[in-house]
């Protein structure tokens, strides 16, 4: 048996501890009200390897406590009235990582819905994905097609995993479709608009981000909505994603509600 089945086999028969895995289910407090709740939040899960390492832990225990902490944060986000929020789950680059993480994280989107999606129906949640299906394992795009077909009548928070996502990727995508339509004659260049590039990308019909989070102490965006995100609101924090609370996420927006955001005005 490899390490990582013996990890995988640890996890999923709770030889860690609840209170390894849960120790972050902090007591709700002063959630965020007003009109001035971000529409969209945007989420760079990152430091589950980090986390899991500082406890003595393999890396993909951060990732399955990191799962832990997406359903904790859809709830609470769905809760104070947040309508879309997306989730950076794996990007173009993360192939790099080691074969047995990189199934590993294929399996989470499965795992994750296997057990919430009952939940997520009924809390009329609505899920979607971001990203270039090609290269994703069957197992996993079955998973997600079938949350976004059970989902797809709900009109509540819509739960976007951005997925296999890179933002150049999509945007050069993106640009290879406009200069298509051009080689075919159907637009002329010189009319090409904001919103005409805008609606070829994957987000397209879901409004900018309002705010950008980014967990565990990097401050760089790492091919993350680089066009949606021009006028979000960003915050960052120290804190490893698999220790995300809802305090966290409510402190985030209440920073969010005391920001002026000018677009360039005045
Ligand atoms: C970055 O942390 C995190 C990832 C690449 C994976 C994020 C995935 C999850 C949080 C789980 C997703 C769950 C579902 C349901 C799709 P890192 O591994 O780079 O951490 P490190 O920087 O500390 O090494």
């Not at 989107?109 to 394992?137: A, H, I, K, T």
């Not at 059970?150 to 999509?170: D, P, Q």
């Not at 981000?209 to 021009?230: H, V």
Request: no cysteine; hydrophobic share 40%.
């Amino acid at each position: 048996m490899s390490l990582f089945s013996k990890w995988l086999g640890k996890l999923r028969f709770g030889v860690f501890t609840e209170s390894d895995m849960n120790r972050n289910q902090v007591k709700t407090e002063e959630e965020p009200t007003g009109d001035s709740i971000p529409g969209h939040i945007a989420i760079i899960m990152d430091g589950n390897g980090r986390w899991a390492k500082a406890r003595g832990l393999p890396r993909i225990a951060g990732h399955h406590n990191g799962m832990k902490a997406v359903k904790r944060i859809t709830k609470a986000a769905n809760r104070v009235g947040v309508k879309v929020l997306t989730l950076y789950a794996f990007s173009t680059e993360n192939w790099k990582r080691p074969k047995a993480e990189v199934e590993f994280l294929m399996k989470l989107p499965q795992e994750f819905l296997s057990l919430e999606l009952d939940e997520l129906v009924e809390n009329n949640v609505q899920v979607r994905m971001m990203g270039n299906r090609e290269l994703l394992p069957d197992h996993t795009i079955h998973a997600i097609e079938e949350a976004v077909r059970k989902t797809a009548h709900n009109t509540g928070l819509i739960l976007n995993f951005a997925l296999n996502y890179g933002s150049r990727v999509e945007m050069v995508e993106a640009a290879r479709e406009l200069a298509r339509k051009a080689v075919a004659g159907e637009i002329d260049p010189n009319e090409i608009e904001e919103a005409d590039f805008e609606s070829l990308l994957l987000s397209s019909g879901l409004p900018d981000p309002d705010l950008l989070i980014r967990t565990s102490g990097e401050l760089r965006l790492s091919n993350f909505m680089l066009w949606q995100a021009a006028y979000s609101e960003f915050w960052f924090t120290d804190v490893y994603w698999p220790e995300f609370s809802e305090q966290h996420l409510f402190d985030a927006i209440r920073e969010y509600q005391r920001r002026a955001r000018r677009y360039g005005g005045l």
